[in-house]
């Protein structure tokens, strides 16, 4: 199968260091709780952490809502949800896209529901805000992608192109 590229390895890497410096600006140096939804955020997630300069905690949770397929179910499935105290801590949710808001919009109900954290943000590599159906806006996003099906860079089809160190698209 052809994929097209849409985003090289070294886009997403230039893109990765802005985010981070943006980051290291809000923090300050203080201390952060990185939560990364897996399975699609973890090259995201793993990469960004390199370039961030504040003590920080990584946990990953599993949300899904996509049952192999190239839609969302329109139901997210906390696979694995647990998380420690994160009371009066600085939390840094990342994941790899935001397409209908739905997953982002359960996390942060989750996390409000939870804690009161000291601050919440939330960051996606890519927004398809195009087919968003919820209000949730990521506080940091790195592009804004159209309404295709993306695969690589921690982005999936059937549990295949993960490993991808770009981002594209299927050519049917
Ligand atoms: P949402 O709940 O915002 O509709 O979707 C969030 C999740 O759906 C993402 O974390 C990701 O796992 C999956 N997803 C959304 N769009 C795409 C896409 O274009 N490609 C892939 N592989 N997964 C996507």
Same mark, same amino acid.
């Given at each position: 199968?052809?994929?097209?590229?849409?985003?090289?390895?070294?886009?997403?890497?230039a893109k990765i260091k802005e985010l981070a410096e943006e980051m290291n600006k809000f923090y300050n140096?203080?201390?952060?709780?990185?939560?990364?939804?897996?399975?699609?955020?973890?090259?995201?997630?793993?990469?960004l952490?390199?370039h961030l300069n504040?003590?920080?905690?990584?946990?990953?949770?599993?949300?899904?809502?996509?049952?192999?397929? #190239?839609?969302?179910?329109?139901?997210?499935?906390?696979?694995?949800?647990?998380?420690?105290?994160?009371?009066?801590?600085?939390?840094?949710?990342?994941?790899?896209?935001?397409?209908?808001?739905?997953?982002?919009?359960?996390?942060?109900?989750?996390?409000?529901?939870?804690?009161?954290?000291?601050?919440?943000?939330?960051?996606?590599?890519?927004?398809?805000?195009?087919?968003?159906?919820?209000?949730?806006?990521?506080?940091y996003?790195?592009?804004?992608?159209?309404?295709?099906?993306?695969?690589?860079?921690?982005?999936?089809?059937?549990?295949?192109?993960?490993?991808? #160190?770009?981002?594209?698209?299927?050519?049917?």
């Amino acid at each position: 199968m052809k994929i097209n590229v849409l985003y090289s390895e070294e886009k997403i890497q230039a893109k990765i260091k802005e985010l981070a410096e943006e980051m290291n600006k809000f923090y300050n140096g203080e201390e952060v709780y990185v939560i990364c939804a897996l399975k699609g955020a973890i090259m995201f997630a793993v990469d960004l952490v390199k370039h961030l300069n504040m003590p920080l905690k990584m946990e990953f949770i599993r949300l899904s809502s996509y049952n192999g397929g #190239t839609k969302s179910s329109g139901k997210v499935n906390a696979v694995d949800i647990s998380l420690p105290d994160l009371n009066d801590k600085n939390v840094l949710i990342v994941e790899d896209i935001v397409d209908t808001g739905l997953t982002a919009k359960f996390l942060l109900d989750f996390l409000n529901c939870n804690f009161h954290t000291k601050s919440t943000k939330f960051c996606s590599l890519l927004d398809k805000k195009i087919t968003r159906q919820t209000d949730v806006e990521p506080d940091y996003y790195g592009f804004e992608a159209d309404d295709k099906f993306l695969v690589g860079y921690g982005l999936d089809y059937d549990g295949y192109y993960r490993n991808l #160190t770009y981002i594209g698209y299927i050519e049917k």
